[in-house]
């Protein structure tokens, strides 16, 4: 896996607890359904990107 590090607000930090929290799920997982959801359809998985090793 990779890391992605990103800034947010102190009100977003608390809203995506909030959230995170309500629903019985981490920040990391709230956070990667958010990236799915976003990224879904628009996406190729077949890009050379997604395909070729990492070097």
């Known amino acids: 896996m990779r890391v992605v590090q ?5 009100a977003e ?10 629903n019985s799920k ?3 997982e709230v956070l990667r359904e958010a ?3 976003t990224v ?8 050379s990107i997604f395909t070729q090793p990492q070097a």
Do not use: Q, R
């Open 13 to 22: 930090h608390t809203l995506l607890e909030e959230y995170a929290k309500s």
């Open 35 to 37: 990236i799915k959801s």
């Open 26 to 28: 981490t920040i990391k």
């Open 6 to 10: 990103t800034t947010l607000t102190e």
């Open 40 to 47: 879904e359809g628009c996406v190729n998985p077949d890009d």
